[in-house]
């Protein structure tokens, strides 16, 4: 079962990345013929391999997020070793901590140089064991290179909303020189709305691979899709109404970048073969140290773009 899942899920995102990569040669075309192609793949390529990468302290910076200690959260860190050594990982993540009370979690870097972020309510709103499930998913994030899997994906998107901008320039002053311009207007009009859509299934689809990553690492695919069931009935879709404006989106959506929890729940306990035992909620929860005081205010946007 995890193969074929694996097969798929690895599918599903060639696919995906060579619709975008075909919408953006789609769109080059159109503005500057055959040729076109040919310069809009190379400088994807160039752009690509010479754009240089965030590290990961600058995006945390920018969430004004602080190193958790292995003598703060001895047992998330006994956790995280277990699950690092099994991903193959050759360094260890770094743990951060973002005084929030939005339930979230999120991993930056690559492999060799990474990090995993907890927030505020999500330390305190799980439990130690579903805390390892989320762990476990945010590893398979950073050892399946997720992120640069997405951020390729961010650039192709990009080139296409940049040609759809210097088409309607050329059309708008008169230097048009290409062929059909209904045809051209017509296609860039719609290339990065389709792009939005297919980067939005890419998101999904290793979303589907990351929690697969997060059972086979733990052994415990329950422990994942308890967590995300507790995170559905606190917090519901916040995050979405933070990053997709315009509030929650009916089920089902293509406006989502993760896939509905019910089906990711399903799919997490086909891996087990049954159903969820009973638990109480509070069970084997981690203590926190003093210095990080209990947040009640909700996110709030901040000048760096970002909420916490």
Known sequence: MHRRAKWRNTLNSALILGGMTALLAVCAWALFGPSGIIWAIGLGLFLSLMTPRLSPAMVLRLYNARPIQPSQAPELFRQLDVLSARAELPTLPKLYYVASSNMN???????????????????????????????????????????????????????????????????????WQGGNILLAAIVLMLAPT???????????????????????????????ASALRTLERKQGRLWENIFIPGGRNPDPSVLRTHPSTEDRIERLLALKGQKPADRPEDEGKIVLPSSFHRVMRPPRYHMSGFWY
């Not at 994030?141 to 997405?150: F, R, S």
């Open 194 to 224: 389709v792009g939005t859509y297919l980067q939005l299934a890419l998101s999904r689809s290793r979303e589907y691979d990351a929690d697969l990553g997060a059972a086979r690492l733990t052994g415990d695919p329950e422990a994942l």
């Open 105 to 175: 979690a999120f991993a930056v870097g690559s492999p060799e140089d990474s990090a995993i972020t907890f927030t505020d309510g999500i330390l305190r709103g799980l439990s130690l064991r579903q805390l390892t499930g989320v762990l476990a998913h945010e590893i398979s994030h950073i050892a399946n290179e997720d992120l640069k899997v997405m951020g390729l994906a961010d650039m192709v998107g990009r080139l296409t909303s940049s040609m759809q901008t210097v088409g309607f320039l050329m059309i708008f002053f008169g230097l």
